[in-house]
């Protein structure tokens, strides 16, 4: 009985995080933060007027990038003004490998008074890439520390 008590509780707890991830927004910036799925989904119906942005290294997008993305690195000394090639009144969606510098440009982007939309993966861009068809092993999901 213990034992079967355990593996509920387990298993409960186990679905309960798995389920936890969701989309959200950002209440100071209105940047609006979303799991891969709801990311697709809303960018597909934007994809003719909205800009996408991947922040990550020019060796990670030379890999592999989703279609119609431009390559805006981090990580480049001219990062915040490579930003202002954008435009500003357009709807921007912004990805990277685990949604760290996703959110920095967010916020960069806010201090920089963009007027469009922003929005940001929230999650890895591995889980995004499967549901654009890049196959898994084009894609490697980084190591959780």
Do not use: W
Not at 25 to 42: C, Q, R, W
Not at 121 to 145: C, H, Q
């Amino acid at each position: 009985m213990f034992r079967k008590l355990c593996f509920f509780l387990f298993i409960t707890i186990a679905s309960t995080q798995v389920n936890a991830q969701k989309s959200y927004t950002d209440s100071l910036s209105g940047t609006e933060f979303l799991i891969p799925a709801d990311f697709k989904a809303k960018y597909d119906v934007e994809a003719k007027t909205a800009q996408l942005v991947d922040v990550r290294t020019p060796d990670e997008f030379k890999k592999n990038h989703l279609p119609n993305a431009i390559n805006i690195s981090y990580y480049n000394p001219e990062f915040l003004k490579n930003l202002d090639q954008l435009d500003k009144s357009k709807t921007i969606y912004i990805y990277c490998a685990t949604g760290g510098r996703s959110k920095a440009t967010a916020s960069a982007l806010h201090q920089k008074q963009f007027k469009g939309k922003v929005y940001a993966l929230f999650g890895f861009y591995s889980d995004l890439g499967l549901l654009y068809g890049i196959k898994p092993e084009e894609v490697k999901k980084p190591n959780k520390f």
